[in-house]
């Protein structure tokens, strides 16, 4: 039983673990802070187990959204929690709209969907001493769970020299970079990519911005600023800021350019086969040094236990008995004492929805209660999959 975040006894008793699935059982626990009572909901996941494992959840496109209990059902996931932080609102530029798109990097039965946009883009919560916006957690292709950094490594090459890639299906660009958009962003524009600056999220947008249109290998088309619309299969458009937008001034249509592109994981491991963005809270079982005591919210987290085989999917609950919430320190100290090794926070607030589907259901139910009184639609989260 846990003693509760501040030392205390938990308010109530903890409900008992309930089968989802082989492997897969879902439990609530109420936790005592001086504000309060918390509510967690959790999925406890056995990674081990045959049938077992976990995936990205997403609408199909990078900058889509849409109600977690719809993703997991389209994707016949038994469970699941919501994901990334993401550009939901976009009030610092005016007339540029939001992407709805995720902050960090993002993989997909193995193929990278997104890089990460700069740390100082990133929207959330201000990040722990040394966190930044390319951390994440997932599962390797050995189908153990494990936290990492996931690293662009890309290049255009033409007649006109090769340059590296700046980005990749992200709302916001380094400053001087050119990105890559391919059909996995979607329809939304891409004007937000020149916006903000390495530094600053509110700085102005640029007016040095060129796009570039590459179908089969060559130059299709070019643009003075980023465009919008659905990117067909098989086209990709480069987008350029400063710097970057000089170099594709330098294409003209017709011309062959050849693009590269992948996710690599910064400390040399093997890639991630389903990775989501999110900063660690622990580490080798000790809370992250830094970590907000002082700010209670409504948080959505995953834990992962020392062997890589287990996992907890936590999710608040946002009803107004329980909204009081965690602080990041406490929701430390809480995937510790469930017997996690390595923890990340992941969205909250309005997004914070955890899913599961009970014994003969034909889909998931929302467990825990969203704050805003209803399923807030995101780009992408956890799925939950169990043979039976």
Not at 118 to 126: D, E, H, N, V
């Amino acid at each position: 039983m846990l003693a509760g975040v501040a030392g205390a006894p938990p308010a109530r008793p903890a409900a008992a673990w309930a089968r989802v699935a082989e492997g897969v059982e879902y439990r609530w626990l109420d936790l005592a802070s001086p504000r309060g009572t918390a509510r967690a909901h959790l999925l406890s996941v056995e990674l081990d187990r045959a049938g077992v494992s976990l995936g990205l959840l997403y609408p199909g496109k990078v900058a889509a959204r849409s109600a977690l209990s719809s993703l997991a059902d389209g994707a016949a996931a038994v469970g699941g929690v919501n994901g990334d932080f993401f550009h939901l609102t976009e009030s610092q530029h005016p007339g540029v709209p939001a992407t709805g798109a995720p902050v960090g990097p993002a993989v997909a039965e193995g193929r990278a969907l997104k890089a990460a946009v700069p740390t100082a883009q990133r929207y959330g919560p201000a990040l722990p001493r040394g966190a930044d916006a390319r951390q994440v957690w997932g599962v390797g292709a050995d189908g153990t769970a494990r936290l990492g950094e996931l690293v662009l490594d890309g290049a255009v090459s033409s007649a006109a020299g090769e340059w590296p890639l700046g980005g990749l299906n992200q709302y916001a660009l380094p400053q001087g970079s050119v990105g890559l958009f391919t059909a996995d962003w979607g329809a939304a524009s891409r004007a937000r990519a020149v916006c903000g600056s390495d530094t600053r999220r509110d700085a102005p947008c640029v007016e040095e911005a060129y796009e570039v249109t590459v179908r089969a290998g060559r130059v299709v088309s070019v643009a003075g600023a980023p465009g919008s619309g659905p990117i067909a299969e098989g086209t990709s458009v480069l987008v350029g800021r400063e710097a970057g937008a000089a170099r594709l001034r330098r294409l003209a249509v017709g011309d062959r350019v050849r693009l590269r592109y992948g996710l690599v994981a910064a400390d040399g491991g093997a890639p991630f086969r389903f990775a989501v963005g999110g900063f660690p809270v622990l580490r080798s079982g000790v809370p992250v040094a830094g970590l907000d005591g002082a700010v209670a919210a409504v948080r959505t987290a995953a834990g992962i236990g020392e062997s890589g085989r287990r996992v907890w999917l936590l999710a608040l609950d946002g009803s107004p008995e329980f909204r009081q919430g965690l602080t990041l320190a406490e929701l430390a100290r809480v995937t510790a004492e469930l017997g996690a090794a390595e923890a990340v926070n992941l969205d909250g607030g309005g997004s914070s929805t955890l899913v599961a589907r009970q014994s003969g259901a034909a889909g998931v139910r929302v467990l825990n209660h969203p704050s805003g009184g209803t399923q807030r639609p995101v780009p992408n989260g956890v799925g939950v999959f169990a043979a039976g």
